[in-house]
């Protein structure tokens, strides 16, 4: 059963820090790499973060040097450590495939998502 479950969200504190964790079910998602998505009020979501299998990395400029996105293979769990968070951060956040691999697997599955809320 392919399943997305994302957590680790809450309130913070501008500065603060977080880490969300993802548990993915299904094996397409232990044979792609994974991403973290946020979607902020009245905004689309967009892509923040990817992982591939091997570990390597890629944000947008925005997170660049806050943000660390990891996954371990063992047990298909994304994570992804927000330091120095501020308010244009605040967002439900979620896991997926990166949008390449989504529309090549046509993937419209989506997790309920974890809000992270910074204040300042």
């Known amino acids: 059963q392919v399943q997305l479950v994302e957590s680790g969200g809450g309130l913070v504190q501008f500065g603060g820090s977080l880490r969300l964790s993802c548990a993915a079910s299904?094996?397409?998602?232990?044979?792609?790499?994974m991403g973290w998505y946020r979607q902020a009020p009245g905004k689309s979501r967009e892509l923040v973060a990817t992982?591939?299998?091997?570990?390597?990395?890629w944000y947008i400029d925005d997170v660049q040097g806050r943000f660390i996105i990891s996954r371990n293979n063992a047990n298909n769990t994304v994570y992804l450590l927000m330091n120095n968070l501020k308010p244009e951060d605040t967002a439900v956040y979620y896991c997926?495939?990166?949008?390449?691999?989504?529309?090549?697997?046509?993937?419209?599955?989506w997790g309920k998502g974890t809000l992270v809320a910074v204040s300042s």
């Open positions: 997926n495939l990166p949008e390449r691999q989504m529309r090549m697997y046509k993937m419209d599955l």
């Open positions: 299904g094996g397409i998602f232990s044979i792609n790499a």
């Open positions: 992982v591939t299998l091997g570990g390597g990395t």
